[in-house]
C-alpha cells in the first residue's frame, strides 16, 4: 500500500520560512517524478513545483520562482520544499503528489491527472 505523507507546515509571518517533507513508501520512489501543489481557501488545487526521477530536473511556477526550492533525496524516499520570502498570498493547504511517469514535461506536470498518489496535505498559514 502507498503512503504519501506531508509535514513541515505550519504558520509564518510575511517574509519567513518554512520546509515542507514529503516521505512516500511501498512504491519505488526514484521512479517518479514529484510534485506539489496547493489549494488556497476557494480556489481550485493548483500545481507549485515539480522535480524529475533524478532530481536533475525542477520547475517551478511563476510565484514560487525565486522564492520556494523543490528538492528530494532518493535514498530517503523524500521530497523537499523549500519556501523562502514567504507571502499571505501562499496560505494554502500543500499537497505532495506522485508523477505517473519519470519526468516534469513541458506545462503538462500542471495537470492533476497526471499524479497517482496523493498526500493528505499540510496547512501554511502566511500572516501579515
Known amino acids: 500500500q502507498v503512503q504519501v505523507v506531508e509535514s513541515g507546515g505550519g504558520s509564518v509571518q510575511a517574509g519567513g520560512s518554512l520546509r515542507l517533507s514529503c516521505t512516500v513508501s511501498?512504491?519505488?520512489?526514484?521512479?517518479?517524478?514529484m510534485s506539489w501543489f496547493r489549494q488556497r481557501q476557494g480556489t481550485e488545487r493548483e500545481a507549485v513545483s515539480c522535480?524529475?526521477?533524478?532530481?536533475?530536473?525542477?520547475e517551478l511556477r511563476d510565484a514560487a520562482k525565486g522564492r520556494f526550492t523543490v528538492s528530494r533525496d532518493n535514498a530517503k524516499n523524500t521530497l523537499y520544499m523549500q519556501m523562502d520570502s514567504l507571502k499571505p498570498e501562499d496560505t494554502a493547504i500543500y499537497y505532495c503528489?506522485?508523477?505517473?511517469?519519470?519526468?516534469?514535461?513541458?506545462?503538462?506536470?500542471?495537470?492533476?491527472?497526471?499524479?497517482?498518489?496523493w498526500g493528505q496535505g499540510t496547512q501554511v498559514t502566511v500572516s501579515s
Open positions: 503528489a506522485v508523477h505517473h511517469d519519470r519526468l516534469c514535461v513541458g506545462s503538462r506536470w500542471k495537470q492533476s491527472p497526471l499524479y497517482i498518489h
Open positions: 522535480i524529475s526521477y533524478s532530481g536533475r530536473s525542477t
Open positions: 511501498g512504491l519505488t520512489f526514484d521512479d517518479h517524478a
